[in-house]
């Protein structure tokens, strides 16, 4: 029987790099990439009610990096540790209260922000930078807008001041965050051809 995690597309610059996947290592790179998200949402610049963090950058590379199942595998995972009370969110905040408060929105779209990313890059959207660009930038915005509206209906806030409160100050940030994590496919690909070519002299 075979134990190959078949979900996971081979497509994919992690898939190309460490295939086969077994169920073992897939489900490691779930926690590794989760335990990645959670560090990179300690990264935290205060604005205001939604602070800038890097949790963004982490969940569009693991979406692509791992394809589309196992990286909203991975922010499902993100999540449960982090709605446990384990300090995973930003600043060091855990528990399901968390979840719930004015950020949430932006979390509960972790899941499926990385599912894009990844669906994208499994169609070879990673290997060229400005696909890679337009693929981060969709699960950017689905992060953004799901953020806005939870904002909006948990504080009572209409849509336009909600979005200059908790999306506006975002954009910039999202933007440099999108350049960086596309730069770093087509690199990683680069590498990748040239071990490979290596192997094969």
């Known amino acids: 029987m075979s134990t190959s995690f078949d979900h996971t597309a081979p497509d994919t610059l992690i898939g190309a790099a460490l295939a086969p996947l077994d169920w ?54 993100y999540l449960i540790e982090g709605t446990s009370g384990l300090p995973f969110f930003y600043g060091g905040h855990g528990g399901i209260a968390h979840l719930l408060g004015p950020t949430g929105g932006y979390l509960v779209a972790f899941p499926a922000a ?40 948990l504080m009572h806030t209409p849509l336009l001041v909600a979005f200059e409160l908790s999306v506006a100050p975002h954009i910039i940030g999202d933007v440099i965050k999108i350049l960086l994590a596309a730069a770093v496919l087509p690199t990683g690909w680069t590498l990748l051809k040239r071990r490979a070519s290596q192997k094969g002299e």
Do not use: C, H, Y
């Not at 790179?29 to 205060?46: D, G, K, M, N, R």
């Not at 337009?134 to 209906?153: D, K, R, T």
């Open 114 to 153: 990385a599912f894009i990313a990844g669906a994208f890059a499994e169609n070879g959207w990673d290997k060229r930078f400005f696909t890679a660009v337009a693929a981060m930038a969709v699960g950017s915005i689905v992060i953004l807008l799901a953020g806005w509206v939870w904002f909006s209906i």
């Open 24 to 77: 073992t290592r897939s489900v490691s790179l779930a926690v590794v990439f989760s335990l990645l998200t959670a560090l990179a949402a300690q990264i935290v610049i205060p604005i205001g009610p939604v602070p800038i963090t890097g949790s963004t950058f982490a969940v569009l590379l693991t979406g692509a990096l791992l394809g589309s199942r196992l990286g909203a595998m991975a922010m499902i995972a």
